[in-house]
């Protein structure tokens, strides 16, 4: 019997690429600024474009399939996770990163059928690093298994996270009082290479014990959710629980231990869920 998600995988992955090369030529040439929600939350014609063609084609081999792309969302369409297979697209996570030519820069297609996600790819292009993970199959990078860290004393840690792009200096206040409180505990370390779906991919590579964020959106997490899954890591709601794509909150660790650790220095700050009315 042909495995019609293994076929929607496989398409993930190669338009992914395809996708990662009209990033990697936009970067050699001018890239035009657009701001969205705020004056630091940015978009290009490079995000439009990629958007626009991962949807085109699987829209022509998948024409049942729903969608939800962070520049449609902000176009207007509605961002809404239905039980019909809908694939989850971020075409540039680490849009400023892009804008600068910092060189962490992922395409990601994320897909869920009745609300459950199945796979995930992330390509960070500028690395030529492509992470693949089927729900049940294990995770991988170029092919090679991903295994989270074992560590699990917070100590020996290195945690991930962002700033965001909320200036509001009450927000601003609360992130760095959550970054103090991890920071001091102390741990090794506090890094962030400016796209939530690579710090996830840091996750489960083993390079960094935990990722979390308040202000992220479905499309910057759902495909390397099931990355970080697949590599043996766990994804909490940082206010306790299951992840929850559309809280604009996320907690990926190696493991349990230090996952709750981490959780019980952040402070959560409201920000509106994606799927509100
Ligand atoms: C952003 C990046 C960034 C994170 C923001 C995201 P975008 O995604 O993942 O690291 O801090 O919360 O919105 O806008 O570049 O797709």
Redesign the pocket.
Known sequence: MTDLWQEAMDHAVNVARKAGEIVREALQNERKVMC?STSV???TQT?QKVEQLIIASVREKFPSHSFIG?ESVADGQPCVLSENPTWII?????????VHGYPF?AV?IGFAVEKTLEFGVVYSCIEDKMYTARRGKGAFCNGEPLQVSQQKDINQCIIAT????NRDPAVVDKIFSNMRNILCLPVHGVR????????MCLVAAGSVEAYY?I???C??IAAAAVIVEEAGGVLRDLEGGPMDLMSRRILAANNQTIGERVITEVEVFPAERDDAP
């Open positions: 969205k939350d940015l978009v995000d962070e971020d075409p540039v996570d680490g849009t400023t990163n892009f820069v990601c962002e700033f965001g792009s962030g290479v400016g796209s939530a779906a690579l710090n964020e202000g992220i959106h499309w910057d």
